[in-house]
Nanobody, 124 residues
Framework: QVQLVESGGGLVQAGGSLRLSCVAS????????MGWFRQAPGKEREFVSA???????SYADSVKGRFTISRDNAKNTMYLQMNSLKPEDTAVYSC??????????????????WGQGTQVTVSS
């Protein structure tokens, strides 16, 4: 497993932007599929986006066109650029990693390493 630490959350007005970062420890980062999930109070955790180790990406319909996932393997860091934020984007955002050569997936069960999460609050 790798250790993951998120940062970049905060309070922003609707229509604003934030960029989340997820720094990973270990040598397997570049070979792992990385993902972002979020959980709002009283709701189940939901998939946001994932990036395969080959570079392909996947997004939830609710964030397509607004969020962009990226990674810098040299820095062992993954990013989530969030634009045009809406109050319904308010949640704790967590990054996750699969084992090496894991597939792109929207299922939390396919990810075996998780960060602690960072709070994103969007005010109306």
């Amino acid at each position: 497993q790798v250790q993951l630490v998120e940062s970049g959350g905060g309070l922003v007005q609707a229509g604003g932007s934030l960029r989340l970062s997820c720094v990973a420890s270990g040598r397997s980062f570049s070979m792992s599929t990385m993902g972002w999930f979020r959980q709002a109070p009283g709701k189940e955790r939901e998939f946001v986006s994932a990036m395969h180790w080959s570079g392909s990406t996947s997004y939830a319909d609710s964030v397509k066109g607004r969020f962009t996932i990226s990674r810098d393997n040299a820095k062992n860091t993954m990013y989530l650029q969030m634009n045009s934020l809406k109050p319904e984007d308010t949640a704790v955002y967590s990054c996750a990693a699969t084992k090496p050569f894991g597939r792109v997936s929207a299922l939390a069960a396919d990810f075996n390493s998780w960060g602690q999460g960072t709070q994103v609050t969007v005010s109306s």
